[in-house]
């Protein structure tokens, strides 16, 4: 179901399926008053994250600005820099609606501590809803602190309303 385009609204761009599944989980303890959240298909790849983004999403993003963007992506043991190369590609007038999240290794290595990643999503969810880190404090997550304090305010009246 695609989001009501000219009300506040996130979208989330996964680089894989592992991070499809943690925002399922995320969705799934939202309870929006209109359809106000949607999981875009995976990516296939950090690289390919930065690609649709550039090509598509900047250029609607410019034209529709009740849009948030998420990008999950894994870190794969190379945080810091992946970040930067991913934040040079944001432009200026987009930072403060274009969020850059994911695991600081692979997914994976959550599911294995965590549980399920729908579970893990939905309790990165209840965190932001309850402005707790139980999860997001998990040392795979951590590095995300920045981003999410920047994101959980922007979200919470229209996801979690």
């Not at 410019?62 to 810091?80: A, Q, T």
């Not at 729908?118 to 040392?139: F, K, V, Y």
Request: aromatic share 8%; charged share 25%.
């Amino acid at each position: 179901m695609s989001t009501n385009r000219y009300k506040p609204h996130l979208l989330i761009l996964p680089e894989d399926r592992a991070n499809a599944q943690l925002a399922n989980g995320f969705v799934r303890e939202t309870s929006p008053r209109y359809q106000a959240i949607q999981v875009l298909q995976e990516a296939g790849g950090w690289r390919v994250v930065l690609k649709l983004f550039e090509d598509t999403h900047v250029p609607k993003m410019r034209v529709l600005p009740e849009r948030i963007l998420v990008l999950v992506i894994d870190f794969d043991g190379e945080f810091p820099e992946r970040l930067r190369l991913v934040k040079e590609k944001i432009p200026p007038e987009l930072t403060d609606r274009v969020f850059v999240l994911g695991s600081s290794g692979k997914p994976e290595d959550l599911r294995v501590r965590l549980g399920t990643y729908e579970t893990i999503g939905s309790g990165l969810a209840r965190d932001c809803r309850e402005q707790t880190n139980l999860i997001w404090q998990h040392p795979q997550l951590q590095h995300n602190a920045v981003e999410v304090a920047r994101l959980a305010p922007r979200v919470r009246s229209f996801l979690f309303a």
